[in-house]
C-alpha cells in the first residue's frame, strides 16, 4: 500500500510501496501489460527511493513485478504515439526514464530485483540497476532492439557489458532472442535461480541476512563498487578511502567487535 510512506500519497497507483521491517519493497504494477513501464512509473521510481534512502528502518530495497507474468516487460506501447512520437518528445522519454536508472544505480542502499517472467527492454535495464538479481526459473530475459530498429544508448549497453562482459553482451544485443533463467546465470546476469514458488521467500530471507550486517560496511563496499566501474578520470578514490576511514570510528564498529568476543548476533544501528 502506497501509505506505507505517507510522504509518497502523489505517486502512480501503477507503482506499490510497502515496508516490512528493515525492507523497502517497490512493485512495479500493471499487470495487464506485463508491467511495462508507463512515463508515470518512471517518475514515480526517484521519488520512492529517496523516501527509502532516507528512512533509517530500511537497509534493504526489493524491487519487483505485480503477478507472476513478469518483472518489468519494457516500456509501455500504448504511449509510444503521444510519447516519442517526435525526436523531442523521445528526448523528453529518454531523459525521463534515464532520470529514474540513474537514480536506482546512485541509491546508497542494497537493491535486489526478484524476478519473475519477462524481464524485456527496459525492464531488464532496470533490473541491471539493482546490486544482486535473484531470478525464477521461469524468467526470460531479452533486449529486443534489433528486432524494432531502435538504437541503443552507450550507458545502456556499459551498464550490461559490465555485467556479463562484451562477448554476452553482444550476443544478447545480436540477436535480441530471449534468454531462459539458466542461461542467464551462466552468463552472470543473474545472481541466484530458484523455483518460482520459492522465489519470494528466498529473496526476502536473503535480504534480512544482508540487513543484519552493518550498513556503515555495505555503503562502504557499494560506494567503491560504482568507482570501480566509473571512468577512471571521474573516480572519486578519496570518497572511498573516507567511506573506509568512517567504518572505523562508528558505533557499528565497536559493536561488530564485542558481539565477535561475545559470541553472539550483533545488533548494528548504521552509525
Excluded at 513485478?65 to 523531442?88: N, P, Y
Excluded at 530485483?113 to 526459473?137: E, Q, S, V, W
Aim: hydrophobic share 45%; with cysteine; charged share 25%.
Amino acid at each position: 500500500m502506497n501509505d506505507a510512506l505517507p510522504a509518497l500519497q502523489g505517486i502512480t497507483e501503477r507503482m506499490i510501496v510497502r515496508k516490512e521491517g528493515p525492507l523497502g519493497w517497490i512493485v512495479f504494477n500493471q499487470p495487464p501489460r506485463h508491467n511495462a513501464m508507463s512515463v508515470d512509473m518512471w517518475e514515480s521510481l526517484p521519488k520512492i527511493l529517496d523516501a527509502y534512502e532516507a528512512d533509517p528502518e530500511i537497509r534493504v530495497i526489493i524491487i519487483t513485478g505485480a503477478g507472476d507474468k513478469a518483472f518489468v516487460s519494457g516500456a509501455d506501447i500504448s504511449q509510444f504515439g503521444e510519447r516519442r512520437g517526435t525526436m523531442e518528445a523521445v528526448k523528453e522519454y529518454n531523459a525521463i526514464a534515464d532520470h529514474a536508472n540513474d537514480r536506482l544505480q546512485a541509491c546508497g542502499k542494497p537493491v535486489i530485483a526478484m524476478i519473475r517472467g519477462f524481464c524485456i527492454g527496459g525492464g531488464l535495464g532496470i533490473a541491471l540497476g539493482a546490486d544482486i538479481r535473484i531470478a525464477a526459473d521461469d524468467a526470460q530475459f531479452s533486449v529486443p532492439a534489433a528486432k524494432l530498429g531502435l538504437g541503443y544508448r552507450f550507458a545502456g549497453i556499459k551498464r550490461l557489458s559490465d555485467i556479463v562482459g562484451p562477448s554476452f553482451a553482444a550476443e544478447i544485443f545480436y540477436t535480441a532472442r530471449r534468454f531462459n533463467a539458466k542461461e542467464a546465470e551462466t552468463m552472470g546476469l543473474v545472481n541466484r535461480v530458484v523455483p518460482a514458488d520459492q522465489l519470494e521467500q528466498y529473496t526476502r530471507d536473503y535480504a534480512m541476512v544482508i540487513a543484519g550486517n552493518a550498513p556503515v560496511t555495505i555503503a562502504s563496499v557499494k560506494l567503491i563498487v560504482k568507482n570501480i566501474h566509473a571512468d577512471p578520470a571521474e573516480r572519486d578514490l578519496d570518497a572511498c578511502a573516507k567511506a573506509v576511514e568512517f567504518c572505523y570510528t562508528t558505533e557499528d564498529y565497536k559493536e561488530g567487535r564485542t558481539a565477535f568476543m561475545e559470541k553472539r548476533k550483533p545488533q548494528f544501528k548504521g552509525r
